[in-house]
């Protein structure tokens, strides 16, 4: 193979090398775009999710505070059904005493 046989097969296969790199990166860039239209869809679907992120930390916010509250309301009522529950317990023993009372003054006449 002489030196001009070399050269020529040479600047051959790196004519195809170059021509099959450019023919790849087009392809991937032609498939792998955007289009122009679908961009401000995707801003929109992007704003969307992040009005819905904020709605959604709201929510929580809201959710966490009311259960907090649904709790204090909780306790003090279980407080209120203690005490309720103990003024209960005194009251039919003071019924118990004077239902013994009475039956003792009324066998005693």
């Known amino acids: 193979m002489d030196r001009t046989l070399f050269i020529l097969v040479t600047s051959v296969i790196l004519m195809v090398a170059f021509t099959l790199g ?3 990166h087009w392809l991937l860039h032609r498939f792998a775009r955007v289009p122009g239209g679908h961009m401000d869809e995707m801003d929109h ?3 969307s999710l992040h009005e819905a992120e904020e709605a959604r930390d709201q929510a929580i916010l809201y959710l966490e505070h009311r259960e907090a509250e649904l709790e204090s309301q909780l306790s003090q009522m279980e407080a209120e059904l203690r005490a309720t529950m103990e003024g209960l317990r005194v009251a039919r ?3 118990e005493e004077m239902r013994a009372w009475i039956e003792k003054t009324s066998n005693a006449s």
């Open 22 to 24: 450019w023919l790849s």
């Open 45 to 47: 679907l992007a704003q």
């Open 93 to 95: 023993s003071e019924n």
